[in-house]
């Protein structure tokens, strides 16, 4: 038996990266899943992201181990494409039983040098597009009347300030008061709700900031992440969605509104 037998997880940002790791892992562990992901490339960041081809992998990778599979192209920002995607859900499974809040970006600038436009979109991406997956998912968690699990993927950028990331920062502690506000408006239903905050995590982001910046990856490791205490600079996307596995399961069923962190023992400098 798997941890999630008979579960649906609706997951945002699920094409590649950490995003396709929650998705199999869930698989692995019984889940149905629902892979939505956007696509395509916005205007920022200034690096290619998902295309349709890395969904069609995640839902290929999910179906080995036995699971049903369902691939959504959405743009988190869009109210009427979550709504859309939420929908589609429903009719496909009958329910939804986990969220992950995943879909991100990242990028690099100093506060003066960001453009309102680079702004929006990272705020759009990272905090608002949240904000749209719970307001459309959780009513139906209300509904179905079995609790539920909501994870949103925050960063230790959401518990500290980090140069050049200013509006990164700023998207992901909203995400904590975004989470521990909707923490307490939902326990009355069962429903538990935390944040994951990891160090960096080895996936295309890394590669496509440091790109952006003009800087090899391993100078940007070193600049943001040379204050773990662990004799490793960057995590695997497989040991986020292991500590998101453990929220989602019954283990956790009394954990709620808590900042779990992955992050090689960053935050205790």
């Given at each position: 038996?798997?941890?999630?037998?008979?579960?649906?997880?609706?997951?945002?940002?699920a094409?590649?990266?950490?995003?396709?790791?929650?998705?199999?892992?869930?698989?692995?562990?019984?889940?149905?899943?629902?892979?939505?992901?956007?696509?395509k490339?916005?205007?920022?960041?200034?690096?290619?992201?998902?295309?349709?081809s890395?969904?069609?992998?995640?839902?290929?990778?999910?179906?080995?181990?036995?699971?049903?599979?369902?691939?959504?192209?959405?743009?988190?920002?869009?109210?009427?494409e979550m709504?859309?995607?939420?929908?589609?859900?429903?009719?496909?499974?009958?329910?939804?039983?986990?969220?992950i809040?995943?879909?991100?970006?990242?990028?690099?600038?100093?506060?003066?040098?960001?453009?309102?436009?680079w702004?929006?979109?990272?705020?759009?991406?990272?905090?608002?597009?949240?904000?749209?997956?719970?307001?459309?998912?959780?009513?139906?968690?209300?509904?179905?009347?079995a609790?539920?699990?909501?994870?949103?993927?925050?960063?230790?950028?959401?518990?500290?300030?980090?140069?050049?990331?200013?509006?990164?920062?700023?998207?992901?502690?909203?995400?904590?008061?975004?989470?521990?506000?909707?923490?307490?408006e939902?326990?009355?239903?069962?429903?538990?709700?935390?944040?994951?905050?990891?160090?960096?995590?080895?996936?295309?982001?890394?590669?496509?900031?440091?790109?952006?910046?003009?800087?090899s990856k391993?100078?940007?490791?070193?600049?943001?992440?040379?204050?773990?205490?662990?004799?490793?600079?960057?995590?695997?996307?497989?040991?986020?969605?292991?500590?998101?596995?453990?929220l989602?399961?019954?283990?956790?069923?009394?954990?709620?509104?808590?900042?779990?962190?992955?992050?090689?023992?960053?935050?205790?400098?």
């Open positions: 038996m798997g941890k999630l037998d008979g579960k649906v997880a609706f997951i945002t940002g094409a590649r990266g950490q995003g396709r790791a929650h998705a199999t892992t869930m698989a692995r562990e019984g889940a149905d899943i629902v892979a939505v992901d956007i696509c490339d916005l205007p920022y960041p200034r690096y290619a992201l998902s295309t349709r890395d969904l069609d992998e995640t839902l290929s990778q999910v179906r080995a181990y036995h699971r049903r599979a369902l691939g959504i192209v959405a743009d988190t920002r869009s109210a009427s709504a859309h995607a939420v929908k589609q859900a429903i009719h496909e499974f009958g329910r939804i039983d986990i969220l809040c995943n879909a991100g970006i990242a990028d690099m600038a100093l506060a003066w040098d960001v453009t309102e436009e702004w929006d979109i990272m705020l759009d991406v990272n905090l608002k597009g949240y904000w749209l997956a719970v307001r459309y998912v959780v009513p139906q968690m209300i509904e179905q009347r609790g539920g699990r909501i994870i949103m993927t925050s960063s230790v950028a959401g518990l500290k300030g980090m140069p050049g990331l200013s509006h990164y920062c700023a998207a992901k502690w909203g995400v904590v008061g975004l989470a521990r506000s909707l923490a307490l939902v326990a009355q239903f069962g429903i538990t709700v935390n944040t994951l905050h990891p160090t960096g995590v080895n996936t295309a982001l890394i590669d496509g900031m440091a790109a952006a910046a003009g800087i391993e100078q940007l490791v070193e600049q943001l992440y040379a204050d773990n205490l662990l004799p490793v600079r960057l995590v695997e996307p497989q040991e986020i969605a292991n500590a998101a596995l453990w989602a399961s019954d283990e956790a069923c009394h954990i709620t509104g808590q900042e779990l962190k992955v992050d090689a023992g960053l935050m205790l400098k």
